[in-house]
């Protein structure tokens, strides 16, 4: 009976451990977390008039070095903050990955500006950041027409469309 009572703790707290091993080991070695609006100014960045996009699609592609051929590409959508997170199990030093606009939901706020498009996002733990999550830069579509209060906001930015 008193080998029982050392026996039973003793496998169960093993059973516990190495379920803990195995559900660490299914974690993601990467999280990259980004958001998507809509540019309702038109202006090429985030203002108080801005629109996150709920159902926006997003692809996590990452390129080797050398080849410039896709080693990587994850899909991702914004969930109803306009964020959207995309888990990666592996690193990639030898990749410029990048997390590229796919599609948006809405037809009035679904033009895509060149350069505006990707963030780019380092996947490797050898540049000094210990986290495993990595915040991408805002990717934003562009407003068919900009909506009427955008003028005198930019002119509060001293970007209105006067030359001077």
């Given at each position: 009976?008193?080998?029982?009572?050392?026996?039973?703790?003793?496998?169960?707290?093993?059973?516990?451990?190495?379920?803990?091993?195995?559900?660490a080991t299914n974690a993601p070695d990467y999280v990259i977390q980004g958001r998507v609006y809509c540019d309702t100014c038109r202006a090429g960045f985030e203002t108080n008039v801005t629109e996150y996009i709920k159902g926006a699609k997003v692809r996590?592609?990452?390129?080797?070095?050398?080849?410039?051929?896709?080693?990587?590409?994850?899909?991702?959508?914004?969930?109803?903050?306009?964020?959207?997170?995309?888990?990666?199990?592996?690193?990639?030093?030898?990749?410029?990955?990048?997390?590229?606009?796919?599609?948006?939901?809405?037809?009035?706020?679904?033009?895509?500006?060149?350069?505006?498009?990707?963030?780019?996002?380092?996947?490797?733990?050898?540049?000094?950041?210990?986290?495993?999550?990595?915040?991408?830069?805002?990717?934003?579509?562009?407003?068919?027409?900009?909506?009427?209060?955008?003028?005198?906001?930019?002119?509060?930015?001293?970007?209105?469309?006067?030359?001077?």
């Amino acid at each position: 009976m008193a080998s029982l009572r050392i026996i039973l703790p003793a496998v169960a707290a093993a059973i516990l451990f190495y379920a803990a091993v195995a559900v660490a080991t299914n974690a993601p070695d990467y999280v990259i977390q980004g958001r998507v609006y809509c540019d309702t100014c038109r202006a090429g960045f985030e203002t108080n008039v801005t629109e996150y996009i709920k159902g926006a699609k997003v692809r996590l592609e990452c390129k080797h070095f050398g080849t410039g051929a896709i080693e990587r590409a994850t899909d991702g959508v914004t969930d109803e903050t306009g964020t959207y997170k995309i888990e990666l199990k592996d690193s990639h030093e030898e990749d410029i990955c990048e997390v590229v606009l796919i599609q948006s939901p809405r037809k009035d706020c679904a033009e895509i500006q060149a350069e505006r498009d990707r963030a780019s996002v380092l996947l490797t733990r050898n540049v000094g950041i210990c986290d495993g999550l990595r915040l991408a830069n805002s990717l934003s579509f562009f407003k068919d027409v900009p909506l009427p209060v955008c003028g005198a906001l930019l002119k509060q930015f001293d970007l209105d469309d006067q030359d001077e």
